[in-house]
């Protein structure tokens, strides 16, 4: 997740260079002290039953990078040029290291950072990326210098034993109920034969173990057509997140033809943390809302057939760079509807019939997705919407940091969905979309396609009649 970090005055002199490298990498160090996920390694990575083990030490030169950007670079391009980079890097030596690092990009003569956190999925989930930059923004508001410049010895952040406050697993902290028709419903479906044709599957996007490279494109929204977009979601029963699965849908089915997708299967991401309890007898010192950890589950939808060709019927009288007809912004919102009501029903249903409820029948999780790469991939696309970020935390007065930017990149994984979806905004700013894929698995061409029908489309419902 990258966050452009706006200096407060009293450090973007020359001078005041010299000192904020070291209090910026305090402030990360309080932030890593307040997560217990953060100061954990993982023993027996490749086994089927890996553990958290508590590390002694983290060293800093190990996971902050800086760099400097100099006057001639193409700022835009070269900040996602590194998140894309940054997004296929692995993390080894997970028993000595955790599986998180810091890239800082400096521009020469700006009063920005732009600050890229990444980390191992293990460690957290999409909004634990949104909690640590939240944290890191209150923490350089509330603390002093001299006291951020004395968390560190020479980059050595030494850790206290905080296992006994380790973020528990979701089925540790409430039940997950599953009824038999969802049970056997899922039994099928992961051990059903291939031979099976689901034609919901994303034929179109074979499953490919090579390359292991992400591909990542950005669209942006200005606030104030974000606000009209919001607007016309609430009156049309509809939330950002169900109006992009609409929109993505629309887009897939008019750039591919039937014999390549018959229907579509997609997922949205959901938080669990709002069905976690911040009083268990047991965790009594847990608040989900501010932990990183794993609390997330995911949302499927299906797109059928006679959708589709209803959906390509109406794209035919539309040329590439037309604007949506009448009939067609009618559909996109009445799909948009639907699945804000399935969203609705999930959440309603609480953790009842969810499918972390059934990943204690998984005994070997490599095998697992070694088995899913060797059949039809599932689902062809994957929306993630952490929401607004809050980038005006201040409680000093003038001299203070905020956040201005904020961007949620997902890298490719091979079974997974064909492409990921990931909106964010700042509080005020500007909506930025994330799309990323694999390389070669989705056609460069297909993806940039997308991306320019979201950008179009969203603007267009976002302009007032």
């Given amino acids: 997740m990258a966050c452009r970090y706006e200096i407060p005055p009293s450090l973007r002199d020359l001078d005041a260079r010299s000192i904020l490298k070291?209090?910026?990498?305090?402030?990360?160090?309080?932030?890593?002290?307040?997560?217990?996920?953060?100061?954990?390694?993982?023993?027996?990575?490749?086994?089927?039953?890996?553990?958290?083990?508590?590390?002694?030490?983290?060293?800093?030169?190990?996971?902050?990078?800086?760099?400097?950007?100099?006057?001639?670079?193409?700022?835009?391009?070269?900040?996602?040029?590194?998140?894309?980079?940054?997004?296929?890097?692995?993390?080894?030596?997970?028993?000595?290291?955790?599986?998180?690092?810091?890239?800082?990009?400096?521009?020469?003569?700006?009063?920005?950072?732009?600050?890229?956190?990444?980390?191992?999925?293990?460690?957290?989930d999409g909004i634990s990326g949104k909690i640590f930059h939240q944290d890191l923004l209150l923490i350089l508001n509330a603390e002093s210098l001299d006291g951020l410049q004395q968390s560190l010895d020479d980059h050595i952040l030494k850790l206290p034993d905080s296992s006994l406050q380790f973020p528990p697993a979701t089925e540790k902290l409430s039940k997950l109920p599953l009824s038999a028709s969802y049970f056997m419903r899922a039994a099928w479906k992961a051990k059903r034969p291939h031979l099976l044709k689901n034609y919901y599957s994303a034929h179109w996007a074979p499953i490919q173990t090579s390359p292991i490279?992400?591909?990542?494109?950005?669209?942006?929204?200005?606030?104030?057509?974000?606000?009209?977009?919001?607007?016309?979601?609430?009156?049309?029963?509809?939330?950002?997140?169900?109006?992009?699965?609409?929109?993505?849908?629309?887009?897939?089915?008019?750039?591919?033809?039937?014999?390549?997708?018959?229907?579509?299967?997609?997922?949205?991401?959901?938080?669990?943390?709002?069905?976690?309890?911040?009083?268990?007898?047991?965790?009594?010192?847990?608040?989900?809302?501010?932990?990183?950890?794993?609390?997330?589950?995911?949302?499927?939808?299906?797109?059928?057939?006679?959708?589709?060709?209803?959906?390509?019927?109406?794209?035919?009288?539309?040329?590439?760079?037309?604007?949506?007809?009448?009939?067609?912004?009618?559909?996109?919102?009445?799909?948009?509807?639907?699945?804000?009501?399935e969203i609705k029903s999930k959440l309603d249903n609480g953790l009842k019939d969810d499918l972390v409820g059934l990943m204690k029948f998984i005994s070997d999780w490599r095998e697992e997705v070694t088995n899913e790469t060797r059949k039809p991939r599932k689902y062809s696309w994957f929306v993630t919407n952490l929401g607004v970020l809050d980038g005006n935390q201040a409680t000093k007065e003038g001299d203070a940091w905020s956040i201005c930017r904020a961007q949620f990149s997902l890298s490719a994984e091979v079974p997974a969905a064909a492409i990921?979806?990931?909106?964010?905004?700042?509080?005020?700013?500007?909506?930025?979309?994330?799309?990323?894929?694999?390389?070669c698995v989705v056609e460069e061409s297909l993806g940039e396609r997308l991306l320019a029908d979201l950008e179009r489309w969203l603007h267009q419902l976002g302009t007032p009649v």
Avoid at 54 to 68: A, M, R, T, Y
Avoid at 104 to 113: A, D, F, R, S
Avoid at 420 to 439: E, F, R, Y
Wanted: glycine share 4%; with cysteine; proline share 4%.
């Fill in 420 to 439: 990921q979806i990931s909106p964010m905004t700042v509080a005020g700013g500007l909506l930025c979309v994330a799309c990323s894929w694999q390389d």
């Fill in 22 to 124: 070291s209090v910026f990498e305090a402030a990360v160090a309080r932030v890593i002290l307040k997560h217990p996920t953060l100061q954990a390694g993982i023993r027996d990575v490749n086994s089927k039953r890996p553990v958290w083990i508590q590390l002694d030490v983290i060293d800093f030169s190990k996971h902050i990078e800086w760099h400097l950007l100099g006057d001639s670079v193409d700022y835009e391009n070269s900040i996602q040029g590194i998140i894309q980079s940054q997004l296929d890097i692995k993390f080894f030596d997970s028993e000595s290291q955790p599986g998180w690092r810091v890239v800082v990009l400096l521009p020469e003569n700006g009063n920005c950072l732009e600050v890229i956190f990444t980390w191992n999925h293990p460690h957290g």
């Fill in 213 to 341: 490279k992400t591909q990542l494109r950005v669209i942006t929204v200005d606030n104030a057509t974000l606000a009209n977009i919001l607007t016309a979601c609430r009156k049309h029963n509809s939330t950002l997140t169900s109006l992009l699965q609409a929109l993505t849908l629309v887009s897939l089915a008019s750039n591919l033809t039937e014999d390549k997708a018959q229907a579509f299967e997609s997922i949205t991401a959901i938080d669990l943390r709002r069905f976690l309890p911040s009083d268990h007898k047991e965790f009594p010192w847990l608040r989900p809302e501010r932990t990183i950890a794993n609390y997330v589950t995911v949302l499927p939808h299906d797109f059928g057939n006679p959708l589709l060709t209803q959906i390509r019927s109406q794209t035919k009288v539309n040329t590439s760079e037309s604007a949506l007809s009448t009939d067609l912004v009618n559909l996109i919102w009445s799909i948009s509807s639907t699945v804000r009501e």
